[in-house]
Structures are given as structure tokens and as C-alpha cells.
């Protein structure tokens, strides 16, 4: 039998973390749509204010009359381009849908031009010089520093080569730009030098978009792993346990493994129920059981499952150890002083009985391909639950067999033989212990 972890039994996962990555993907891309948009309108809005408290500053600049217009001209269609694409975003998301790439390079084509657009009216209206030092280049950087949000190493490499060669582009074609200048910064070289800037801030931005998606990538791969295992084991396993399980490599594992199994009841419990009404049953049972399962996890136990007004508890599976019996008896222990204590308090006190053995089982998964839940089979846990249920023909609360007295050794002195029992199902009879 293959291991618990095994790959192949998962065959969902894999399309759970393509899921689970394409969301946060589209959740990263809307926070970079609004953050593209909450600056377009809050430059807007200083650029508004500053012109409206002086605006002969801005004709100085513009070398001649400037208008909000120019602004709001290039703001308007951007804003409503990126106001289409949010919606086109929360669309996918809602229906589970992933953006195709196409639309995602035409996307930023579309964007990573208006920059070049602006750039083009600036030399216009204030000359190549002024224009080539003012805001227009620099707005190539917004677009480039925010696809990192994008987590593709394709898209921002492709942004800032497409800023890159606008850039240049403009000024290799703008009619406007002396073909043979003086002037250093309208030599060819400049530009080519600014261009190849565009273009390694957006390899540098794809490279930092990349590292954050192998990050989201380990973490959906851990919380993926945290969910089988607690699929696969209930909602009960221990945290510590958990933590070992996940730690360990993918293999294979023996078909069979020593296993301390516990078998616990609540006595009378179904009887006294029929005198409470369903919140009152519901409320004591899942009071008991959250006193009984902590001890279980306590001890490195896990809750295998549960069986109405009782559980099915293993210890030494899934995980090996060498102690495991010593801990199924230390919680058996603990679990009948706590209740006992638990007791003192309630209106409606509690009888447990509790069954030990350990032996050979097989451990692994049992299930459909849908669904699958860990499991053991074998003569010893069909052991334990007789010897749980021979409590009620002993009077006792803690019944464990032969084979566990021998492995406590000293640990066992106030052990109290039954004798040879006669086993419902067995041939012959059994040593059968009673502790405490």
C-alpha cells in the first residue's frame, strides 16, 4: 500500500493549486489596476489645484497657453480603460476564470502608450528638450514598478521593453527633433542609454514579480499540504502531529505497523439522552469530547474517527513510536480523571469505558477517488473494540489486553487480571487487565 502522502492519491491538488494561484494572481493584477488608477486621480487632482493657485507657472513651463484639457483628454480614456479592465478582473474572479495572456499584453500595450501619447503633445507644445526632461518619461516607471504586481516575469520584461522602444521610437521619429543637434541630450545615445534603463527596470521588475510568485506558490503549496493532511486525518489531528506529517518526504511506507489502539465510550449515553432536549445532548457530548480529544493530542495521539458517543483513537500511526502504548495508557489515564473531575460541576455526569491493545494493522487510505480517509484494519482494532465493550459485563472503565500489560512492565503494578475472558468472536479465551 502506498503511503498516505503518496502524490498520486491526491489527484485533485494540483488543479486546487492552479485554482488557488490563478486567484491570487487576479487578486494582485485589481491591486494593480486601482493603484494605477488611484494615481491618475490624485494627480489629477494636484495638478488641478497647483494650475488653479497659479497658473502662470504652468504657461512658463507649457511655453504657452496650457489647458487641464490636455490632462483630463489623456486621463479620461485611461481611467475608463482601467475601470473596464477592474470589472473584467472581479468577472474572472467571481467565476473562477483566469485572464488569457493575450488580453493581459494588449492590456498593457494599451497602458504602457499613454505615457508615449503624453510624451508626443508635451513635444508639441514645449519642445523636444523640456519635454524629454519632464513628467512623461518618468511615468514609464509606474507602469513598470506596478506589473510587478502582475507576479509574471514575462509581463514586466514586455512593459519595460515597450516603454523602452516607444521611447526611443519617439524620438528617432518625432518630426519635431532636430535630425543632426549639438545639443547632448538630443544625441541618439542619450536616448538609447534612457531606453535600455526602461528596459532593465522592467527585467528587474519581472524578476521581483517572479520571486513573489514562488513565494505564493510555497505558500498555497503548504496550506494545500495543511489541507490534506487535515482532510485525510480530521479536523482532530494534533497541531504537533500535523507538523511532523508535513515534514516528511513522499514514499512508501509497509503495509503493516505496531499500533496502540483505543476504542473509547461514553456509558449510558444514548439512553440518557432520550431525557434532554438536542442542544443539551449536543452541548455535553461536544463538551466531553473536547476534554478527551486535547489528551488524545496531547499524547501524540490522533482521533481516527468518531463513533456517535464515542471515538477511535491510534496511537504510533501515522507516524512511528516506540512509545506509543505507554501514551495510549497515560491518556486512558488522564481522560477518566478529567472527566471524573468534569463530573463534579455538571448536572449530567459521565461514564466512560475505554479498550487498549496493540498489535499489527494495516494503515493507509481507504476510499473512492473522490474521497479517501485514513484508516486501520486488522484483528487488533477489532481486539480493542471488544475489550472496550467487555466494561460492561466488568463494571470497569479501562480494560487493556495482554499484550499491552507486557509492554508497560512496571509501569502496569496496579493492574488487576480478569483472567482468561471469553472474547464474543474469539475461540478461545483471553488475559484480559483492568487498570484503574
Known sequence: MQAFWKRRERPTVSDDFRRAMMRETLRTERLRVIALMITAVVFGAILTTVYLVSPDRFHRIWQGEFSLFYYYGAAGPFLLFESLLLLRINHHLRHGEDLPPVRRYIGALIEISLPTAVLIV?????????????????????????????????????????????????????????????????????????????????????????????????????????????????????????????????????????????????????????????????????????????IVDRHNGIINKFLGDGFLALFGAPLDDPNAVQRAVAAAREMLAEIARDNVNSPWPLRIGIGVHVGDVVAGNVGSPRRKEYTVIGDTVNFAARLEALNKEHGSQFLVSDAVHAALGTDAADAVSLGQVEIRGYERPMTVWKLA
Open 122 to 294: 508635451h513635444i508639441n507644445n514645449m519642445g523636444p528638450q523640456a519635454a524629454f526632461g519632464f513628467a512623461a518619461p518618468l511615468t514609464y516607471f509606474i507602469f513598470i514598478v506596478l506589473s510587478t504586481l502582475r507576479l509574471n516575469f514575462g509581463m514586466s520584461a514586455f512593459t519595460g521593453l515597450v516603454a523602452a522602444t516607444e521611447l526611443f521610437l519617439v524620438f528617432l521619429l518625432h518630426p519635431a527633433i532636430p535630425a543632426n543637434s549639438d545639443d547632448p541630450m538630443l544625441a541618439p545615445i542619450y536616448h538609447a542609454v534612457r531606453s535600455m534603463v526602461l528596459f532593465i527596470g522592467g527585467i528587474l521588475a519581472g524578476a521581483v514579480g517572479a520571486q513573489l510568485h514562488r513565494q505564493f506558490e510555497a505558500s498555497i503549496t503548504a496550506a494545500t499540504a495543511r489541507d490534506f493532511v487535515t482532510n485525510l486525518f480530521g479536523q482532530h489531528v494534533s497541531p504537533q502531529v500535523v507538523e511532523r506529517l508535513l515534514t516528511l518526504e513522499p514514499g512508501k511506507s509497509g503495509d503493516t505497523k505496531q499500533v496502540a489502539v483505543m476504542f473509547v465510550d461514553i456509558r449510558g449515553f444514548t439512553s440518557a439522552a432520550r431525557e434532554r432536549t438536542p442542544p443539551e445532548v449536543v452541548e455535553r457530548l461536544n463538551g466531553a469530547f473536547a476534554i478527551l480529544v486535547e
